[in-house]
């Protein structure tokens, strides 16, 4: 409540709101920018592929990702060198290593393998002066007919669903539980039973 002959309270707590808004007029010049870079990084490192670094196929983390292959960040030392591939050769022919991550499966292990040996059988390895070639005029046909590769290296497909479509409320042949659960009875019951056949066995032994 205001009392006595006093200023009325109007505190300006809104002033140079037009600084603080974000902005994205920049958007068109951003664009360009990135693809001049892309350019630019693309014929620094040509005849390399503009991809990078081959990457190896794996697993996503959690149950919720885990059903889809994406590219990790390298290839193990026991994929290299079921590969054939030396560990500080990888590096140098566009193969990404990463030391700290294990093989938890044999199919994730021979995929990746498959997938090195099929990057090796194609890659072309440049002398380092491209004009002396170690092998004479063919291996410089081959560097001047090399041609830099501006899609992905060896894209990663998803592996195709395994699962049987079947009709709504069809019954399956054979009942998963019921089957556990008889072996489970079987087991538990074995000895009662050889126990109970044998008794029965002598019983009428004695009877003869």
Do not use: C
């Not at 014929?43 to 196929?57: N, T």
């Not at 060198?81 to 938890?104: F, L, Q, T």
């Amino acid at each position: 409540m205001v009392k006595h002959n006093n200023v009325l309270p109007n505190q300006h707590f809104r002033k140079d709101w037009q600084l603080h808004v974000r902005t994205w007029f920049d958007q068109p010049g951003k664009k360009k920018s990135r693809r001049v870079a892309r350019i630019a990084k693309a014929a620094q490192i040509a005849p390399r592929p503009v991809d990078g670094l081959l990457r190896p196929a794996v697993r996503g983390q959690t149950v919720k990702y885990n059903m889809k292959l994406r590219a990790g960040r390298g290839f193990t030392i026991e994929e290299l060198k079921a590969a054939g591939i030396r560990r500080k050769e990888a590096r140098s022919i566009g193969v990404a290593v990463d030391h700290r991550r294990k093989n938890r499966s044999v199919e994730g292990l021979e995929a990746n393998v498959q997938r090195l040996k099929e990057y090796s059988a194609r890659v072309i390895v440049f002398p380092k002066k491209a004009n002396k070639p170690k092998k004479g005029d063919a291996e410089r046909s081959v560097v001047a007919a090399a041609t830099q590769l501006r899609g992905a290296i060896l894209p990663i497909v998803q592996p195709t669903l395994t699962d049987i479509e079947r009709p709504i409320g069809d019954k399956p042949k054979v009942h998963a539980y019921r089957a556990l659960r008889i072996a489970r009875s079987d087991k538990r019951l074995k000895g009662i039973r050889e126990a109970r056949a044998k008794a029965a066995a002598e019983e009428e032994k004695a009877k003869k």
